[in-house]
């Protein structure tokens, strides 16, 4: 068990803490809520010693042992195996299975295990960090942002792995679902002081709405209250018959004390602007690949229809081609085959993490959204910056000065500075805080346009996610259907692979290969049914524009019959009549030619659901 009592810690003129008292008890596993700057991770770094607070206590029993994943990288051991294993207890430093099941877990492949970790990624040396700690016995441990640099596959190995943790557990994570998988309170930092509950982040966050409501309502009472009792005092302070009344209200007015208004805390509020758009699709992709290397293709033959609403997500392994999809779907990478075709009157709005390197240092955060602006007009520009929490001076800062979060922040500003009906983006939620990711989640799922994103977050998966894009170790492929959905018929294939068997307990190979094929039976009859459907939908879109040409030349027909009936003009109104009469006969030539198109793709779709279904009831029974 570790104790906080009454701390406080101040940076300048910037107070964190004011008297933050809390316990977190044996085996109990604490998520730590609140907004970017306002401690979380100063917090972390006062319990295992690395600052010291202003004020108050850190208790904790003899030989309790703290681990906070250091992020500074340094290694010493020859080999990432070697190095991971450091991180053993001495009695277990030949236990070198449970090493393996956690760098297996985490990512790493059996050839990155021989490596030097100097050799490694960035993104893979913080994994070894992480690594080390998990192996460690540690009565505590502190993950700050753990699920950083994962992949979807290597977060939800992660989310089992320390929701069975055997002891303490602190954690910080900007993704929600992955915290309400692991953690059996929530400690929350606001308004400079901690709040623990029992419970998951929605059970915090409505009862932090109740509190500030419930102090409101009792702030304007008191005002009222302390008002009557003073314009009784002043009417009746010369009063010697009251005068006892008078001092007995007195103190009751000094007892009041005054509640201060609580001060506005920023927050994210925005919405992306749609460009009307009246077509049926706003992308068409058609036997898309890349790759790189000659004969190494990141993905192949991959097909897909955007719909003008639809919510399309990019998910998989890091490195399987992601992050190049959407760059070849965007035009910033062109294909080795296929096509991306996006109509004229589609504008695209793309956001890519390395984009950020595009923000001129030179700028202010008010330059760089003014000039995303069509207008370049200067109240918008300080409306886009207030949303994003970029208020008064805020405005003003020059790029260079700001985090990556912000920057993240200015990006998104210039994003929904103009209309567009269809988003590329690529992990948007990356760098922002949980109330940030709900603002944007909710921006998502109101926008009037098509979605096609990256992500790992399950949130936001479960939230929007109608198709998936699933990315495996032999290509992509299109998921009809949601995020939930895949999982319970396809589920994720390398999940299995990165949980290597303890000695003693081997798995059947069979078994795992029967499921594998079929996933692939299924995969392909879905990719099958796609094809099928296809060129039906793209004669469904042209005969819907064809038929709302022909009825908008009809009524042009009527209304200039109409006129030249009131100028007496018979010679027009014949030549019109028949004109109309032709158009007509065209126009119900198009109504029926759709009547059996529609009746034909009705077939087909039902046709492959129905074998779907079939295929569904035998993986449910085996």
Known sequence: ??????????????????????????????????????????LFRLLAGLEEPDAGMI???????????????????????????????????????????????????????????????????VRLNLAKALLAEHNLLLLDEPNNFLDIISIRWLARTLASWPGE????????????????????????????????????????????????????????KAKEIENFIAKFRASARLQGLVESRKKTLAKMGKKEKLERLPSLEFSFTPKPHHGKYVMTVEDLSFGYEPGR????????????????????????????????????????????????????GYFEQSNIRTLCDDRTVLEEVTSALPDGDPKRARFLCGSMMFEGDDALKKIRVLSGGE?????????????????????????????????????????EGAVVMVTHNELFLRALAERLVVFEEDGAFVFEGGYDWF??????????????????????????????????????????RSKALRPLESRLA???????????????MHRETAESAKRRDSARIIELSKATHRKKEEVQALYGELEELLKEHEAVKRDFEERLAAMDAGLDGD
């Open 1 to 42: 068990m570790i104790v906080v009592e009454d701390l406080y810690k101040s940076y300048g003129k910037q107070q964190l803490f004011d008297g933050v008292s809390f316990k977190v008890n044996r085996r109990e596993r604490v998520g730590v809520v609140g907004r970017n700057g306002h401690g979380k991770t100063t």
């Open 59 to 125: 208790s904790k029993p003899r030989n309790y042992s703290i681990g906070y994943v250091s992020q500074e990288l340094v290694f010493t051991r020859p080999t990432v195996l070697q190095e991971a294993a450091a991180g053993l207890p001495a009695s277990e430093a030949d236990q070198i299975w449970r090493v393996e099941k956690v760098l297996t877990g985490l990512g790493f492949e059996p050839l990155d295990l021989e490596r030097p970790p100097a050799d490694l990624s960035g993104g893979f040396q």
């Open 169 to 224: 557990l602190m954690l910080i994570t900007h993704d929600r679902s992955f915290m309400d998988r692991v953690v059996t309170h929530v400690l929350g930092l606001h308004r400079r002081k901690a709040r623990k509950i029992v419970g998951r982040t929605s059970k915090y966050y409505a009862q932090i709405v109740q509190d500030e409501e419930t102090y409101e309502k009792t702030r304007i009472n008191d005002e009222r």
């Open 297 to 348: 293709l990141l993905f192949g033959g991959l097909s897909l229809t955007v719909g003008a609403r639809d919510r399309v997500f990019v998910v998989g392994a890091n490195g399987r081609g992601k992050t190049t999809l959407l760059k070849v779907l965007a035009g910033a990478l062109r294909p080795d085959r296929g096509e991306a075709n996006i109509p004229l009157n589609v504008s695209v």
């Open 407 to 447: 920057k993240s922040r200015v990006m998104l500003a210039k994003l929904i500075a103009a209309p567009v009906n269809l988003l590329l983006l690529d992990e948007p939620s990356n760098h922002l805080d949980q109330e940030s990711n709900d603002a944007l989640l909710a921006a998502l799922d109101a926008f």
């Open 487 to 528: 999982l319970e018929k396809v589920g994720w294939r390398e999940e299995g692979d990165r949980s290597p068997d303890e000695p003693g307990k081997r798995k059947s190979g069979g078994d795992k290969d029967d499921r594998r094929e079929e996933r692939r039976r299924r995969s392909q009859l879905l990719s099958d």
């Open 542 to 556: 042209a005969l819907e524009k064809e038929l709302e040409s022909g009825e908008a030349e009809l009524e042009g």
